[in-house]
C-alpha cells in the first residue's frame, strides 16, 4: 500500500448526517450537521460542531438545549435543503413538523425516526467551529424501528455523509466484541 | 409514526469504527473508537470520547499527539481486537504495522487506509469519558483509495457501527449541496 499526505484538512470518514434543531427566536429551526458524535457514556452526552457565524447556534446559547435528529434516506431532500438554506434568511420552522419532549426548548423532527433531546453542557471554541456538547436527557424513536426493544439500524435506514455525498447503509459484516476473537498473533 | 421514548443513552446513530493510536510507554497502542467526529473546520481539528480509565489515554495526555486510524472492512478481525484487549494486560504494538509522519509521536497503522495525525488541543471532562480534541496536522491515506485526488469513501470501504455490530457502506443516494434544491415547501 503507497501512503500519499494530503496535508491538515477537515476529514474523518463517512459520518452520519443528522439535523440540528434548535428553537431561534421562538421558532424551531432545523441545521444539517455531520460532525457529530456521542461524547460520554455516564451520563449520556453528544456533541456537534457548529459554525460559530450559524444561525442555529444563536438558538442552543439562547435556551441552552438542543435537538440531534437522525433522518432516514427517505428525507433526503429536506436533509440538504437545511444545510442550503440559512435560518437567517428563510424561515425553516415548516420543513418538519415540530414536537416537543423532556426540554421544552429543543424541537424535535416528527419525520425523523430518531430524536435526541440534549441539555447544553459545555461549549468549547475551536476556531471555525464550537464544539457544543450536550447532556443526553431523552431519546425518541419510531417504535417500528426497534427490534426486541433496541434502535434497529437497518430500520432506521440512516443517511451517511462523506465528500458532498449521501449514502445508505450497507449490511453487516460482523459483530463487535466479538470478531475480534478470531485474532491470532502474527 | 408512532414515537417511543428510550430514556437517556449514549446513542447517536451509526458511527465510523476507527483505531485511536497513541504510544504508551514507548510502544504504540490502539484502541476501537466509535466515538470521533471533525470538530473544526479552521483549523481541522477532530474530537475522540475516550474512557478515562483507557490505557490509550495516558499516552494522549502524556505524548498530547494521537492518530485517527480509519480501517476498510478487510481490518474487522484486528479492529475488533483492539476493542476487546487493554494495551495494559496485552502488548498490541504488533496488531498493525506502524509508521510516524509529522508528529513523531503518534503511531500509524500502515494497514488502515487513512490515517490522521493530530496534536491534542483541549480535553474535556464529560464523566465516564473524556472528549480529547486535536488539531488534525496530516491525513495519509492509501493512493488507491482516491478519486482525482480525493479519498474516495468507497474504495476506503470504512466500517461502520452501531449497536454491537459492523457494516459497510452501502450506495450513494444524493448528493449533497445539491438533493435540497428539489425542496418544495408544503
Same mark, same amino acid.
Given at each position: 500500500?503507497?501512503?500519499?499526505?494530503?496535508?491538515?484538512?477537515? %476529514?474523518?470518514?463517512?459520518?452520519?448526517?443528522?439535523?440540528?434543531?434548535?428553537?431561534?427566536?421562538? =421558532?424551531?429551526?432545523?441545521?444539517?450537521?455531520?460532525?457529530?458524535?456521542?461524547?460520554?457514556?455516564?451520563?449520556?452526552?453528544?456533541?456537534?460542531?457548529?459554525?460559530?457565524?450559524?444561525?442555529?447556534?444563536?438558538?442552543?446559547?439562547?435556551?441552552?438545549?438542543?435537538?440531534?435528529?437522525?433522518?432516514?434516506?427517505?428525507? @433526503?431532500?429536506?436533509?440538504?435543503?437545511?444545510?442550503?438554506?440559512?435560518?437567517?434568511?428563510?424561515?425553516?420552522?415548516?420543513?418538519?413538523?415540530?414536537?416537543?419532549?423532556? @426540554?421544552?426548548?429543543?424541537?424535535?423532527?416528527?419525520?425523523?425516526?430518531?430524536?435526541?433531546?440534549?441539555?447544553?453542557?459545555?461549549?468549547?471554541?475551536?476556531?471555525?467551529?464550537?464544539?457544543?456538547?450536550?447532556?443526553?436527557?431523552?431519546?425518541?424513536?419510531?417504535?417500528?424501528? @426497534?427490534?426486541?426493544?433496541?434502535?434497529?439500524?437497518?430500520?432506521?435506514?440512516?443517511?451517511? %455523509?462523506?465528500?458532498?455525498?449521501?449514502?445508505? @447503509?450497507?449490511?453487516?459484516?460482523? =459483530?463487535?466484541?466479538?470478531?475480534? =476473537?478470531?485474532?491470532?498473533?502474527?
Amino acid at each position: 500500500m503507497e501512503k500519499i499526505t494530503l496535508g491538515p484538512m477537515p %476529514y474523518l470518514s463517512v459520518m452520519p448526517a443528522l439535523l440540528v434543531g434548535a428553537n431561534v427566536k421562538g =421558532k424551531p429551526n432545523y441545521m444539517t450537521a455531520a460532525w457529530a458524535s456521542p461524547a460520554c457514556m455516564v451520563p449520556p452526552m453528544a456533541c456537534v460542531a457548529v459554525n460559530r457565524e450559524r444561525y442555529t447556534l444563536k438558538g442552543i446559547e439562547e435556551n441552552r438545549t438542543f435537538s440531534l435528529n437522525v433522518p432516514s434516506v427517505h428525507q @433526503l431532500v429536506e436533509t440538504d435543503h437545511c444545510g442550503l438554506v440559512s435560518g437567517a434568511r428563510e424561515d425553516k420552522s415548516g420543513v418538519f413538523t415540530s414536537f416537543y419532549g423532556a @426540554l421544552k426548548t429543543a424541537p424535535l423532527a416528527e419525520e425523523c425516526p430518531v430524536n435526541i433531546e440534549c441539555r447544553l453542557f459545555k461549549t468549547v471554541d475551536c476556531g471555525s467551529h464550537r464544539l457544543c456538547i450536550g447532556e443526553i436527557v431523552e431519546i425518541h424513536i419510531d417504535r417500528a424501528c @426497534l427490534t426486541d426493544g433496541k434502535p434497529d439500524s437497518a430500520k432506521i435506514n440512516p443517511m451517511l %455523509y462523506a465528500h458532498f455525498a449521501y449514502f445508505d @447503509l450497507g449490511n453487516e459484516v460482523g =459483530k463487535a466484541f466479538s470478531a475480534g =476473537k478470531m485474532y491470532k498473533e502474527k
